[in-house]
């Protein structure tokens, strides 16, 4: 992957420090269309506040947005959440992407989808319906979503999704609770037809943060999962099967941080459902003023805002971040990580071995080393649990 | 896997994963597919630009060929690329 960390030259490059706030095009753009969802899942990484933004942005104002972004260069078109299909709109959205000349991606649980729906959707012009499973099995599925039916429904859904000629990203977010049946869920991709599998671990952002006690698995499990993938990568490559394997760590087991989203504002561009414009997912926590769509233009956003440009360049960088040989490639790591860990998001991601709070990671792996899986204490994602973290 | 053999009247087609557009962004073509792109060079966006399910290789050979005369023959380049394309599961023949 591309955060392992290794040292990687033997010359290093005396230390610049740049405010250079030059960026690239936002490639990526990533709607969220809505803080809804019928399931629970209690590694979402929408804020724990979520309940405090009720607004919407109409289905006009998202496809401006939608234009304005493709003006700017954007190519690919996330529909995302929460739950996408809670909007009525969607196909018109998917739609008005699709003319526009979007590759379009639906990110969806599943539920709610069904064979009718999917091919109106193909026919309106989308392109991609990744479906994201909890676990490969029913019973720990269930646990994890907070419903029963959905897993019957995801591998329903997922079969259509296939039986309709989509390309089929399935996404598999591994913890504590599923990492150890690896190899059942591979076998179940393989099952499904899927082109890609995304065997994800956890990110420990939003509720995954508020769970990671709960979720975050020890090394020696993280090493057996990713042992058993190398081997079905081997033996389904050598029987001819063109299926990916997507295997991705926790950082939390680096010792080096991950060139988070790319670099602040560089080629990723999120809006949330009520409209506000973020450098990633997980920007929302962080004590920086960031735009609305409903009040700036995108190029304004993308180009010009101070939220945008916060973290561009390297000027913002504390020690061990500013001497460092490696920090135009990590950037510093995620300002979020920072933020949650440390309480100050320009300090150097504790998952960075130079960092003084690296401790707090180390710590966190002894944990996982003594923790006993116990389901009840997962704070599931929903609204009675959002209204704890809510100001308002 | 992409051993395959690749003549004049093989008939490349596009993986149904990908789609090829040009991108004034990028002043490119390039392959679209789920959450990520891959940027063709010329020549590449040339010869993808022609696939279509229909045309042989000779098919498109002759055409390039046609369409740029002092490039001469090109059909080794063409079948070389092709073969990386196959590899890449861009296209199935």
């Known amino acids: 992957m591309a955060n392992t960390g290794s040292p990687c030259n033997a010359q290093p490059t005396p230390p610049i420090i740049s405010d250079d706030k030059s960026h690239g095009q936002p490639l990526w ?6 803080y809804k969802c019928p399931l629970q899942c209690p590694y979402c990484s929408n804020p724990l506040d979520f309940s405090d933004f009720g607004g919407e942005l109409t289905t006009q104002q998202w496809l401006d947005v939608f234009q304005q972004g493709r003006d700017l260069g954007a190519v690919q078109l996330g529909f995302s959440g929460g739950e996408p299909l809670v909007r009525q709109d969607l196909i018109q959205l998917i739609g008005g992407a699709h003319e526009m000349g979007y590759y379009t ?26 479906v994201s499973f909890q676990a490969s099995d029913e019973s720990v599925n269930s646990m994890l979503s907070g419903s029963k039916k959905a897993f019957e429904q995801k591998l329903k859904m997922a079969k259509e999704v296939k039986a309709q000629g989509y390309p089929m990203v399935l996404n598999f977010v591994t913890h504590r609770h599923n990492i150890d049946r690896i190899d059942r869920i591979i076998e179940l991709c393989v099952e499904l037809d899927a082109d890609y599998v995304e065997l994800a671990t956890c990110q420990y952002y939003g509720w995954a943060y508020e769970n990671v006690e709960q979720l975050l698995p020890t090394r020696a499990q993280l090493e057996r999962a990713e042992r058993i993938t190398n081997e079905y990568r081997a033996k389904l490559a050598a029987e001819g099967n063109p ?4 295997f991705v760590t926790p950082d939390y087991y680096e010792e080096r941080p991950k060139g988070c989203m790319n670099g602040w504002g560089q080629v990723f561009l999120t809006v949330t459902p009520d409209g506000k414009a973020l450098p990633c997912h997980s920007a929302r926590m962080l004590p920086i003023e960031f735009p609305n769509v409903t009040e700036m233009s995108l190029q304004e956003i ?12 390297n000027a913002w960088m504390k020690e061990p ?8 490639k990590d950037f510093g790591g995620c300002h979020c990580q920072a933020f949650m860990l ?3 998001m320009y300090n ?9 709070h690296h401790h707090l990671i180390e710590e966190a792996r002894e944990r996982a080393e003594a923790v006993v899986n116990n389901p009840d204490e997962f704070t599931f994602r929903n609204e009675r649990n959002s209204k704890v973290f809510a100001k308002g | 896997m992409s051993d395959i053999e690749i003549t004049a009247a093989s008939v490349p087609v596009l993986n149904k994963m990908f789609r090829f557009q040009w991108e004034k962004a990028q002043n490119c073509f390039v392959l679209l597919y789920p959450e990520g792109m891959i940027q063709l060079n010329g020549p590449a966006g040339e010869i993808l630009g022609l696939v279509d399910g229909e045309r042989s290789v000779a098919a498109i050979t002759s055409e390039l060929e046609a369409k740029f005369p002092d490039a001469g023959d090109l059909s080794g ?3 070389e690329f092709l073969g990386e394309a196959h590899g890449q599961h861009w296209i199935t023949l």
Not at chain 1, 29 to 34: C, P, S
């Open chain 1, 348 to 356: 150097a991601d504790p998952v960075c071995a130079k960092s003084e």
């Open chain 1, 302 to 313: 993308w180009d010009t805002s101070p939220g945008f440009n916060h973290f561009r360049g």
């Open chain 1, 321 to 328: 971040c500013r001497s460092c040989d490696e920090k135009d």
């Open chain 2, 77 to 79: 380049d063409i079948i």
């Open chain 1, 243 to 246: 299926i990916k394997l997507i």
């Open chain 1, 105 to 130: 991606n639906l990110i969806t649980s599943g539920v709610g989808l069904n064979e009718h729906k999917m091919a109106e959707f193909q026919q309106a012009g989308l392109d991609h319906i990744q």
């Open chain 1, 29 to 34: 753009l990533l709607a969220e269309l809505t």
């Open chain 1, 342 to 344: 440390t309480g100050d």
